[in-house]
């Protein structure tokens, strides 16, 4: 499964963007999709997960309540709609897909990678 995503930008404190994740070579509808990040000098944190039907979702602490991780199976996509973003969202996104169906928010299930999408939000 190859991932791509999209949607990154610079926005201003307050602002919102969507993130897009698509697959190519083959369907990722079967696999848990997440959605990770990552600032200068900070390890790959994990931020929103999503089962391989949509039915269950997890998201860290930090971005409970602002972000919403959705997918369209028919499109074979994955959003991240980011909302109320500030100073510290501030990172290069990616999303992965999982081996398992299930949601996770623990990096090691995550085996298929995207290249990357840079958020930057200004003070």
Avoid: H
Wanted: glycine share 12%.
């Amino acid at each position: 499964v190859q991932l791509q995503a999209s949607g990154g930008g610079l926005v201003p404190a307050g602002g919102s963007l969507r993130l897009s994740c698509s697959a190519s070579r083959r369907t990722f509808s079967n696999n848990g999709v997440g959605w990770f990040r990552q600032a200068p000098g900070k390890d790959r944190e994990f931020v929103a997960g999503i089962s391989w039907n949509g039915g269950s979702t997890t998201y860290a602490d930090s971005v409970k309540g602002r972000f919403i991780i959705s997918r369209d199976i028919a499109k074979n996509t994955v959003s991240l709609q980011m909302n109320s973003l500030q100073p510290e969202d501030t990172a290069v996104y990616y999303c992965a897909a999982s081996l398992r169906a299930t949601v996770s928010a623990a990096r090691s299930e995550y085996r298929y990678w995207g290249q990357g999408t840079q958020v930057t939000v200004s003070s």
